[in-house]
Nanobody, 115 residues
Framework: QVSLVESGGGTVQPGGSLRLSCAASGGSINYYVMGWYRQTPGNQREWVAR???????QYVDSVKGRFTISRDNAKKTVDLQMDNLKPEDTAVYYCNADRITAHYWGQGTQVTVSS
C-alpha cells in the first residue's frame, strides 16, 4: 500500500515556473513507474510525464522542453519542475504510482497560469 501527497501548486503568470512534489508513504516506490497527470473540468485526466523505475523520463509532446520529472527513491519523492508555463497548463495535477498489480493516486494540487 502506497499513499501519495502532492504539494507545490499555486498561481503563476505565463512564462513563470512551479515545482510540484509528490511524497509517498507506506511502502517503497523503487519498482513503481511514477507519473504526473492533469485534469481540467469536464475533461478526462491526461498523462503529462512519467519516470520509469530505472530513471528514464517520458513526456507528452506539449510539455517537452518545459517540464522535467525526477525521482528520489531513498526519500520516496517525485518532483515535476514546470518552466515557461502557459495558460493551457492550468489544471489539477495528480501524482500516480503504477505497477502491474497496483495503482495509486494522490489527491491533486491546483496549478493556475494566468496574468
Amino acid at each position: 500500500q502506497v499513499s501519495l501527497v502532492e504539494s507545490g501548486g499555486g498561481t503563476v503568470q505565463p512564462g513563470g515556473s512551479l515545482r510540484l512534489s509528490c511524497a509517498a508513504s507506506g511502502g517503497s516506490i523503487n519498482y513503481y513507474v511514477m507519473g504526473w497527470y492533469r485534469q481540467t473540468p469536464g475533461n478526462q485526466r491526461e498523462w503529462v510525464a512519467r519516470i520509469l523505475s530505472d530513471g528514464i523520463p517520458q513526456y507528452v509532446d506539449s510539455v517537452k522542453g518545459r517540464f522535467t520529472i525526477s525521482r528520489d527513491n531513498a526519500k520516496k519523492t517525485v518532483d515535476l519542475q514546470m518552466d515557461n508555463l502557459k495558460p493551457e497548463d492550468t489544471a489539477v495535477y495528480y501524482c500516480n504510482a503504477d505497477r502491474i498489480t497496483a495503482h495509486y493516486w494522490g489527491q491533486g494540487t491546483q496549478v493556475t497560469v494566468s496574468s
